[in-house]
Every structure is written in structure tokens, then in C-alpha cells.
């Protein structure tokens, strides 16, 4: 399985701030990549947010595995910010 070189934090910022930056989104830059470079740490309290709300599964989530397992690693995500 691939792991990401990047904190879930800044991978949820980026697609946040590239949400609302790209054309391909709500935004109006038909190329956001500099400015999503430039601009995601922004969003990292929105990130906070999404993976607060992520921490409590779903039935679904759930059945798919272990519940306690995905409570921790979110956790351990969020111990990466300094304010959650």
C-alpha cells in the first residue's frame, strides 16, 4: 500500500484550496497548482475540521474494518497540528 510523504492535514488543504481556487472546481485559475502551493496552509483548519469529523466512523466505515484501528490513526493525524 502507498503511503503518502505528505500529513493527511496538508493532502485535505490542498484539495480544499484547490476546490476553491481551480477552474475545475468553484474557482476561476484554469492552472491552480502554484497558487494551491502557495496558498493551501490556509485551509488547514478546514483540514482540522474534515478529520475531527472523520474520527467517529460510519456503519460503513465500520463494517469495513477495525473502528478502533481508523479512531487512532485519524488521531495520529491530527496530533501532526499543533491546534487540534
Known amino acids: 500500500m ?14 480544499l484550496a484547490g476546490q476553491r481556487l481551480s ?10 497548482a502554484e497558487q494551491v ?3 493551501w496552509y490556509a485551509y488547514q ?10 474520527r467517529e466512523p460510519d456503519a460503513t466505515m465500520a463494517d469495513a474494518g477495525d ?7 485519524v488521531d495520529a493525524a491530527l496530533k501532526d497540528f499543533a491546534g487540534a
Do not use: F, Y
Open 2 to 15: 502507498p503511503v503518502s510523504e505528505l500529513s493527511a492535514i496538508e493532502r485535505i488543504a490542498r484539495v
Open 45 to 54: 483548519d478546514d483540514a482540522v475540521a474534515v478529520l475531527k469529523t472523520l
Open 23 to 32: 477552474a475545475n472546481a468553484h474557482g476561476d485559475d484554469s492552472s491552480a
Open 67 to 73: 473502528a478502533e484501528l481508523w479512531r487512532q490513526m
Open 37 to 39: 502551493d502557495a496558498r
